[in-house]
């Protein structure tokens, strides 16, 4: 197949690129390069056709989207905080970009359209575990803008028969992830600040939970939606197993530090996977603690 990756040259994006490599299928790259947590754009592959594109810009996207078979729609400013300072741009991005890849999509006939999302969509007014069919409860630019996009998929699936699915990752980590800046996310922050002999910054108490996905099962979700006959959905992507800040932080060193407690984040994530599991065939199979503690 032909297959678009938009934010091709990110995090999980990346790695979902070299996958689709790997299992024979033509690649397309769209990134804009913008991410600000990443230190370089150096994970573009050679056998891969790179564009640096701008989804909100659907003109210039246009022409790339040429033959493609299949889309995996990960770009997106992803930062909880940053999203907060400038709600302008993380909906131009989330919304509008979305909008602007499925109509794409639509015009040149994909046949599959992945679109990824987030567990912060829960919010706190959920009991974990998190359940699809629980109300969305967003405490911020981001979640909010991310569960317009989800509806925006279900939207053309609905109104143009385009199959879209939905992937809802639960606190992504791994190799690739984001290192820079205090907004990095906590696994990549916190191995980042032990390499330098830094004390770890724990924001607010600690005592927060979320469950940790490594980026290789993530990849394999978005797989396992490539191929399954299911549309108009959105699917848990977490392990079924969370742990404390403060647990995350002990298996990285004993140098730590407190820092004040942020706005518009969860206090525990879990995910109900059942769904993964049932739907699309997929089970998690790195641990946290497997990876942190074999370091």
Same mark, same amino acid.
């Given at each position: 197949?032909?297959?678009?990756?938009?934010?091709?040259?990110?995090?999980?994006?990346?790695?979902?690129?070299?996958?689709?490599?790997?299992?024979?299928?033509?690649?397309?790259?769209?990134?804009?390069?913008?991410?600000?947590?990443?230190?370089?754009?150096?994970?573009?592959?050679?056998?891969?056709?790179?564009?640096?594109?701008?989804?909100?810009?659907?003109?210039?996207?246009?022409?790339?989207?040429?033959?493609? /078979?299949?889309?995996?729609?990960?770009?997106?400013?992803?930062?909880?905080?940053?999203?907060?300072?400038?709600?302008?741009?993380?909906?131009?991005?989330?919304?509008?970009?979305?909008?602007?890849?499925?109509?794409?999509?639509?015009?040149?006939?994909? &046949?599959?359209?992945?679109?990824?999302?987030?567990?912060?969509?829960?919010?706190?007014?959920?009991?974990?575990?998190?359940?699809?069919?629980?109300?969305?409860?967003?405490?911020?630019?981001?979640?909010?803008?991310?569960?317009?996009?989800?509806?925006?998929?279900?939207?053309?699936?609905?109104?143009?028969?385009?199959?879209?699915?939905?992937?809802?990752?639960?606190?992504?980590?791994?190799?690739?992830?984001?290192?820079?800046?205090?907004?990095?996310?906590?696994?990549?922050?916190?191995?980042? &600040?032990?390499?330098?002999?830094?004390?770890?910054?724990?924001?607010?108490?600690?005592?927060?939970?979320?469950?940790?996905?490594?980026?290789?099962?993530?990849?394999?979700?978005?797989?396992?939606?490539?191929?399954?006959?299911?549309?108009?959905?959105?699917?848990?992507?977490?392990?079924?197993?969370?742990?404390?800040?403060?647990?995350?932080?002990?298996?990285?060193?004993?140098?730590?530090?407190?820092?004040?407690?942020?706005?518009?984040?969860? &206090?525990?994530?879990?995910? /109900?996977?059942?769904?993964?599991?049932?739907?699309?065939?997929?089970?998690?199979?790195?641990?946290?603690?497997?990876?942190?503690?074999?370091?």
């Amino acid at each position: 197949m032909k297959c678009l990756v938009t934010g091709g040259a990110g995090f999980i994006g990346s790695h979902v690129v070299s996958r689709l490599l790997h299992d024979g299928h033509e690649v397309v790259v769209i990134d804009n390069e913008s991410a600000e947590s990443n230190d370089a754009f150096n994970w573009y592959e050679d056998d891969a056709e790179n564009h640096v594109l701008d989804i909100r810009d659907i003109d210039a996207c246009r022409p790339v989207f040429k033959g493609v /078979d299949a889309v995996f729609h990960l770009a997106a400013q992803s930062r909880i905080q940053l999203a907060m300072a400038d709600p302008f741009d993380c909906v131009q991005t989330n919304v509008i970009g979305t909008c602007n890849m499925l109509e794409l999509s639509r015009e040149v006939g994909v &046949q599959r359209f992945v679109n990824s999302s987030t567990s912060s969509c829960y919010g706190l007014n959920n009991t974990p575990p998190l359940v699809e069919s629980m109300p969305t409860d967003c405490l911020n630019p981001y979640s909010a803008s991310k569960v317009s996009a989800e509806k925006f998929c279900y939207m053309y699936y609905r109104l143009h028969k385009l199959r879209t699915i939905t992937l809802r990752y639960f606190n992504v980590y791994g190799p690739r992830q984001p290192l820079r800046g205090v907004y990095a996310p906590v696994i990549g922050l916190f191995q980042e &600040q032990e390499r330098k002999g830094e004390p770890l910054t724990i924001v607010g108490d600690g005592t927060q939970r979320r469950d940790f996905t490594h980026v290789d099962d993530v990849v394999e979700a978005n797989m396992c939606a490539l191929k399954t006959n299911i549309s108009g959905i959105a699917v848990n992507v977490g392990t079924g197993k969370n742990y404390s800040v403060n647990e995350v932080a002990a298996m990285i060193s004993d140098n730590v530090t407190y820092i004040p407690a942020r706005k518009g984040e969860a &206090q525990e994530t879990l995910a /109900d996977n059942t769904k993964a599991k049932n739907m699309l065939g997929w089970e998690p199979t790195i641990d946290l603690q497997s990876q942190l503690c074999n370091v």
